[in-house]
């Protein structure tokens, strides 16, 4: 009968961890790649709208129009720039959550490798005492066989 592993609890411990960190982990790559899609919408909305500021211009246009696409062509560039924020703040999330994921991983792989050397020394016990008993059985047979 071989022994349990005696670190059961903290291997299913390590597992739960290592899988709670890695739906963190999507969950961060997510998140970042959202903010990667609204950085390019908005990068692509103030292109266009520069593309259309600038064919008004040519057309002709009044000095409040002016104001007003130049005002508005401030605020994209704010809010690009708070976006680009963002973007850094989610990849720099992204990046600790794959160090936590990694080390979440060696962590397991450690105790996963204490597991398997147990059970294979629990095996090689088992093996040794049933070759015993096997040994033993032939003996006696042998020893009837004398007589």
């Not at 903010?35 to 520069?50: G, I, N, P, V, W």
């Not at 690009?80 to 991983?105: E, L, P, Y």
């Not at 070759?131 to 009837?144: C, S």
Request: charged share 30%; glycine share 2%.
């Amino acid at each position: 009968m071989s022994k349990p592993f005696a670190l059961q609890t903290v291997l299913e411990l390590m597992q739960r961890r290592a899988d709670d960190a890695t739906q963190q982990l999507a969950r961060l790559i997510s998140a970042e790649q959202d903010a990667k899609a609204k950085l390019d919408l908005l990068c692509q909305y103030r292109t266009e709208y520069a593309q259309r500021f600038q064919s008004s211009a040519q057309s002709g246009m009044s000095p409040l129009q002016w104001k007003n696409f130049q005002d508005f062509l401030a605020k994209l560039d704010e809010a690009i720039a708070q976006q680009q924020q963002v973007v850094h703040q989610s990849r720099n999330r992204t990046t600790a959550g794959q160090a936590h994921w990694q080390a979440q991983r060696i962590r397991l792989k450690a105790i996963d490798t204490l597991s398997t050397r147990h059970y294979r020394a629990e095996d090689a016990r088992e093996n040794k005492r049933e070759q015993k008993l096997v040994d033993e059985f032939a003996a006696r047979g042998r020893g009837k066989d004398d007589t």
